[in-house]
Structure formats: C-alpha cells, structure tokens
C-alpha cells in the first residue's frame, strides 16, 4: 500500500511566524512530490513541487526534499491569516504504460492566529 | 492558469435516482481526467483515470458499474453516480491533465475543477 503521511492538526501558529508542515511517504521510488492548499469547501490548488532532494523556494513558501528519509516539508514564512488553510501533501507514482497518478495525504489544517 | 469546470457545483437528489456531473477543460485538451472523491475531513481519494477515447481504469474498490465515467471528447468527461445511496454524499472533484505538457514531473498540469457537493436523501 503507498501512503502519504501527515499530522492532521490543527497547526496553530501566530502571524508573522514560520508554520511548518511535514510528510512522509512509504514508496521509496517515488519521484515528485506536490503541496497543495485547499480552503474549506473548495478544490486544491497547486503551491509547489519539487523533486531533487533539497530546498526549493518560491515567494514565502519553501519546500524540502529528503528521499533517503522519504520526508517532505513545506515552510510558510511571515504566515498571514490567509494562509489558514488545509494543506495536502501529494506524491506522484507511475501506475504504469506512462500513466501518472497522485496520492494524497490526509492533510495538515493550519491556522494563522492575527 | 488553466481553467476546469464542473457542473453542477452543488446536488441534492433522492436516494436511488442517477446523478451526472460534468468536468470541462475550457481552455485546452486534456487528454486525462481524474476524478477523486473527498468526505468531510478526509483526504482526495482517486476514484478513477478517464482517458479521452477508451474506458476509464478504475481504483480497487471503486465500482465501475456505479460510478460511470465516460470521456467522449478532449475536453470532457462525465461522471453518473447511479442509483445513489446517502453513503455516496461527498463532495466530488475532478482534475485534467493538459496534453502539451507530459511526462512524470509535470502534475503541476493537472488542473483541479471547483468540485461538486452531493448530497443524498
């Protein structure tokens, strides 16, 4: 069974302040890994990916790669209250004849506290 | 980015009628659509890959015959849920892949509609 792992929360963090959010996963050959931030009642929308081991940054955000510990962690620097959100952790697997198919974790719920 | 619809966004239906929700690409082909399923609190759980021009591969678990994809052009596929039952409330999301842009690192094609809630008496 490939799993995506996350704590659920809720992550309360005051605003201005770093929130960091973490995921493993069991398949070791996984490739590419996603964040997406989901607002209540909405769909998921696309923050980052990454796939080389080490830190990629874009704006506030910061993802990390470690694949030798199957770990990936998002940073959201000077968080703000619209940063309160559900945010998913995904892991990209070939499921086959150049299919490519997403596993999602459970998600981490974050709370920007004004 | 690109922009995915779906229809209805929202569905309130009796149990033991069919619901058909539609997911279009509106603004290039997508050869693949995904379609997830997500309860209150859960996470995205893919229920099945439509691609356009043959059946869709579905999820252990997931019953074809209850869930009907069909993916007849580019840009669009549909999903009935038939003889819904209240156990199949949840909120249904669709996703699509852009066809120019393949190959195993690019998810960031996938492009995720607004969802639709239904919801089963």
């Known amino acids: 069974q490939k799993e995506v792992e996350q704590n659920s929360g809720p992550l309360s963090v005051p605003e201005g302040a770093i929130a960091s959010l973490n995921c493993t996963y069991s398949?070791?050959?996984?490739?590419?890994f996603f964040w997406y931030r989901q607002y209540s009642g909405k769909s998921p929308e696309l923050i980052m990916f990454?796939?080389?081991?080490g830190d990629k940054e874009d704006g506030r955000f910061t993802a990390q790669l470690n694949k030798a510990s199957q770990y990936v962690s998002l940073l959201i620097r000077v968080s703000q209250p619209s940063d309160s959100a559900t945010y998913l952790c995904?892991?990209?697997?070939?499921?086959?004849?150049?299919?490519?198919?997403?596993?999602f974790g459970k998600g981490t719920k974050l709370s920007v506290i004004p | 980015g690109a922009v995915v619809s779906q229809h209805p966004s929202r569905v309130i239906c009796k149990s033991g009628t069919s619901v058909k929700i539609e997911c279009r690409s509106l603004?290039?082909?997508?050869?693949?659509m995904f379609w997830y399923r997500q309860f209150p609190k859960k996470s995205l759980m893919l229920m099945a890959t439509?691609?356009?021009?043959?059946?869709?591969?579905?999820e252990q678990g997931v019953e074809k015959d209850k869930f009907l994809i069909n993916h007849a052009s580019l840009t669009l596929s549909t999903l009935t849920v038939t003889s819904a039952h209240p156990e199949d409330s949840s909120f249904y999301i669709c996703?699509?892949?852009?066809?120019?842009?393949?190959?195993?690192?690019?998810?960031?094609?996938?492009?995720f509609g607004p969802g639709t809630r239904l919801t089963v008496l």
């Open positions: 996703s699509a892949r852009d066809r120019r842009l393949a190959g195993p690192h690019r998810a960031d094609t996938q492009y």
């Open positions: 398949d070791r050959g996984s490739q590419s």
């Open positions: 990454i796939y080389s081991n």
């Open positions: 995904a892991v990209l697997r070939d499921s086959g004849a150049g299919s490519y198919q997403l596993t």
């Open positions: 603004d290039f082909q997508a050869t693949t």
């Open positions: 439509s691609n356009e021009g043959s059946k869709a591969t579905y």
